[in-house]
Structures are given as structure tokens and as C-alpha cells.
């Protein structure tokens, strides 16, 4: 089964050619601590789920489709995996123009997105059909700007009439809380709301959370972003790399329902090279941190809050305060773990199979799932992934719908978007629609 990527927008082009890098040293890796069969079967799945082959050079080349509206980006992009030595794009494969969208969501989806429809569905549908087996597609883009956001949406809903029984996840990173552009939050509103109509899943990484990763776990003093795509692309690479129907398998473990869309992920163990030299991990120890990361809704290891319980059986959760639900016990819909490294089988995730972290109507084998394999990823003899559709982001999107919706009451800015045919209406219904998802997952 093969995936194709399509990466939108200045944001989804440095990380997607960063998740081809993290999948292809995975798969060069020596330490992958397993018989050299099982080696070789995943090496050969792996390469066909992201890479089709140059027929001269046998060069792996990523099945992907790169989009921006500008052109610096996806040059630097396509150069920088050319002097990789060992994977390629196909220099066909992208599509640009002069000009970006100007942080503007409108722009992108109502402008760039429809004349230039045709162009980028062609090279969808090339790459699509490069593949024996298409599994569905990936795309990578911010939440923030304007061709990401906006032409990102727009072609998420391309694809959803185009490949009707496909998968769609969408990766959409969540802008830093302060100090970006003023109107943020109104493409975060317009790009979440539309994503989850055509979308299968939105699996999202907040900008803040990786920053403190690499700052307190990966030890870095100047954090650039290729900093903090390396760490986003370490821990898709470690969801993706396993699966058998990569896509399928995830939203048929994880997504039971069409009201919950909202998908996160955490990795453990994560740090810097020379620490995982003088480090070692247990299975009950990783496991343990694991699951404690889940209820407490922490992005790492480091500083989780260890207070926090599942309610006690027979009596109802404690109620949320909005403004301190990071304090709260996050309850889960529905939890995938993977597993992966030395002695994966004495790995016992019975705390994971607790009904007290779970809504009530689903049952366990519908709400948690166990994926196990020996083959170690990347540098790390045995590590954790846990991909899980939870409150987690509860507050964030409660934050970015409450600022959002006081710009609107006065007016702000919103003749930007009018300009490009974005009316009041839309920016209403956007509204609607997620105060329902909020609704939705504070009840369960
Ligand atoms: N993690 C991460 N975030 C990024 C990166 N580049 C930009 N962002 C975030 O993406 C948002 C801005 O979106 P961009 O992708 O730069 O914008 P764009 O989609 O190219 O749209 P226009 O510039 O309007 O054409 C902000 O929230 C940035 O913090 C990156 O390489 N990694």
C-alpha cells in the first residue's frame, strides 16, 4: 500500500521533506535489532509506501506532490533532498507561482485554490497512479498562513471528491501562541472547520509543545525549524513505519466516529544523540510514562503531572473548569500504542486497557489498539508512540475559537477576507461547526 504526499505552503514543504529524510535514514538504519528477513520486509515495505524508484538509478524517489505558491521554498526543498545522496522528488512533481497568499486563508482557498485546481489535481492523479496499491493520501500543511491553511483546504476538498474511498489524514501544525500574525486565529478557525468535512482525521502537532520538546528533551539552545520538523518527523516516521495499511489501519483504530476527528501524538523516549548513548529504558518504565502522559495531557516526558487520576469507577468525572483543564484528566475516545524494539513481546500494555480512561460507548477492543514490532526505530534499541483521539486539544481550539470570535464581534480585519469572497456567513458557520466539536469532545 502506498501513500502519496502532498505538501502545502512553506510550512508543509520543510516538514514533509523531512519526514521522507526520517523514513529513509530509518530504513538505511543498522540498528534496527532484528533477523535480517524481517529487516529486509520492512525495508521493502517502507520504500514502497513512500518512495517509487528512478528507473536508471534505482534512486528511491518520494511519492509526493509539492504545492506553494511561492517559489524559494520548494526549491530549497527539492535541492536539499537531491545532495541527500539517497532520496529524491520527482522535479515534476511540484507546482508554484510567483506570489504567496499572504497569510491570507481566503486568498489561498478562494483564489489560488480554484484556479489552479486542474494543474495540481493532475499532478495528484500522476503520482496516484504511480502507485500498484494506493493506500490514501497524506497532506502537511500550518494552520496559520495562506497557502497551507487555504489552499490546503481547498485541495483536502479537491481530493475528497476526486478519490471518493480514499483516506485523507491531514498533519496541520497549530501556530505558536503569541508573537505570529494578528490574523492566526481566524485561519485556524477556516482551516479547521473546513478540514473536518472532507478530512478522515486531522492528526496535529502544536508549535509551543515541540519547541519545549526540543528545548528541555533534545537539549537545543537556538531552536530553529528544522529543529522542530526533525523532532514532528521523528514521531510521524514512528506511527507510519509499521502499519500494514498505513492509513486504514490508523483511522480504523482511531476514528469511530465522524464527529471525533482530532488526532495526537507522543513519542517516548526522545533526546538528543549523546544522551541515548548513556541511556537505557524498561519496558514497564516506558509504558508507565506513557500512560501517564496520555491522562495528564502532557507532550513529554519531562514535568508530566502525576496527580492526575482516571475517576474513580461508579462515580462521574470530575467537572472541567475551561480555564484550568490542564489540570483535568483527559478522557480518551480512542488510543493506538506502538511499540517497537528489543523484547517488544514482554511489553504489557494492560494500563492502556483501563475503561476508566475511556468514554463509556465504545467498548475496549473498539477504544485501544496494540501495534508490536521488533524492528527498533531510528537510534532507539526500544521506544513508545502513542497516537490518541482525546480532549487534548480542548483548550487549545477553545483558545483560538474565543480570540477568533472576539476579533469578529468588532469587525477586525475581516474585510481581508471579504475581498476574496470569505462573507460573514462563512466565518459564522466555521463557528458553528466547532463550537459542535467542542461540545462533542467535552462530553465524553
Ligand atoms: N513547525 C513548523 N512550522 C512552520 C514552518 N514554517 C512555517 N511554520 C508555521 O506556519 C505558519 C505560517 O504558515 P506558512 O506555511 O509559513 O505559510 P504558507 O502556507 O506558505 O502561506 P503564505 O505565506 O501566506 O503563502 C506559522 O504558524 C508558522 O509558525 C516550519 O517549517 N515548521
New binding site residues.
Given amino acids: 500500500m502506498s501513500i502519496v504526499t502532498i505538501q502545502?505552503?512553506?510550512?508543509?514543504n520543510?516538514?514533509g521533506r523531512e519526514v521522507f529524510s526520517a523514513i529513509c535514514n530509518d530504513f538505511h538504519s543498522t540498528h534496527g535489532l532484528c533477523y535480517k528477513k524481517e529487516n529486509e520486509s520492512y525495508q521493502e515495505a517502507c520504500k514502497e509506501r513512500f518512495f517509487s524508484e528512478e528507473k536508471k538509478t534505482g534512486v528511491p524517489v518520494a511519492r509526493a506532490v509539492l504545492v506553494?505558491?511561492?517559489p524559494k521554498?520548494i526549491s530549497q526543498t527539492l535541492s536539499m533532498a537531491d545532495r541527500s545522496g539517497s532520496w529524491k522528488y520527482d522535479h515534476q512533481s511540484r507546482f508554484c507561482q510567483k506570489q504567496?497568499?499572504?497569510?491570507?486563508w481566503a486568498?489561498?482557498y478562494s483564489v489560488h485554490g480554484p484556479q489552479h485546481k486542474d494543474d495540481i489535481m493532475n499532478l495528484v492523479q500522476k503520482e496516484a497512479e504511480k502507485c500498484d496499491r494506493l493506500g490514501g493520501f497524506f497532506t502537511v500543511?500550518?494552520?496559520?498562513?495562506?497557502?497551507?491553511?487555504g489552499?490546503?483546504a481547498f485541495v483536502t476538498q479537491c481530493l475528497r471528491d476526486a478519490y471518493r474511498n480514499s483516506f485523507i489524514l491531514n498533519q496541520v501544525?497549530w501556530?505558536?501562541g503569541t508573537g505570529?500574525?494578528i490574523v492566526?486565529n481566524y485561519n485556524s478557525v477556516l482551516t479547521l472547520s473546513h478540514l473536518y468535512q472532507s478530512s478522515d482525521a486531522l492528526l496535529v502537532?502544536e508549535?509551543d509543545a515541540?519547541h519545549e520538546i526540543c528545548a528541555q528533551l533534545m537539549n537545543i539552545k537556538q531552536i530553529s525549524?528544522?529543529d522542530?520538523?526533525q523532532v514532528?518527523a521523528h514521531q510521524l516516521g514512528s506511527v507510519f513505519q509499521p502499519t500494514r495499511s498505513p492509513l486504514g489501519d490508523l483511522m480504523e483504530s482511531l476514528v469511530p466516529h465522524p464527529e471525533f476527528k482530532l488526532l495526537s501524538l507522543r513519542n517516548i523516549p526522545q533526546m538528543s544523540e549523546n544522551s541515548l548513548t548513556y541511556s537505557t529504558f524498561t519496558w514497564p518504565g516506558l509504558i508507565k510514562h506513557l500512560r501517564q502522559m496520555l491522562i495528564a495531557n502532557a507532550k513529554m516526558e519531562e514535568g508530566i503531572n502525576w496527580q492526575v487520576r482516571p475517576p474513580l469507577p461508579g462515580l462521574p468525572a470530575p467537572p472541567k473548569p475551561s480555564m484550568n483543564r490542564s489540570a483535568c484528566f483527559n478522557t480518551s475516545l480512542a488510543n493506538l500504542v506502538i511499540v517497537r524494539g528489543k523484547e517488544v513481546q514482554s511489553a504489557d500494555l494492560g494500563s492502556f486497557r483501563d475503561p476508566s480512561l475511556y468514554t463509556s460507548w465504545l467498548n475496549m477492543q473498539d477504544a485501544f489498539s496494540v501495534w508490536k514490532t521488533s524492528r527498533a526505530f531510528n537510534k532507539y534499541e526500544k521506544s513508545a508512540s502513542l497516537v490518541s483521539n482525546s480532549q487534548f486539544l480542548l483548550k487549545p481550539i477553545d483558545n483560538i475559537v474565543g480570540k477568533a470570535w472576539n476579533m469578529f464581534a468588532s469587525k477586525a480585519y475581516i474585510h481581508q477576507y471579504t475581498q476574496f469572497g470569505i462573507e460573514e456567513e462563512d466565518f459564522l458557520d466555521s463557528f458553528t461547526s466547532l463550537e459542535q466539536v467542542i461540545t462533542s469532545y467535552t462530553r465524553l
Avoid at 100 to 104: P, R, T
Avoid at 141 to 149: C, E, R
Wanted: proline residues 2%; aromatic residues 4%; glycine residues 20%.
Fill in positions: 502545502l505552503g512553506q510550512c508543509g520543510q516538514i506553494d505558491m511561492e521554498v504567496g497568499s499572504g497569510n491570507n486568498n489561498g500543511m500550518s494552520m496559520a498562513g495562506g497557502t497551507g491553511s489552499l490546503g501544525i501556530p505558536y505570529e500574525v492566526q502537532h508549535n515541540i525549524f528544522k522542530v520538523n514532528i
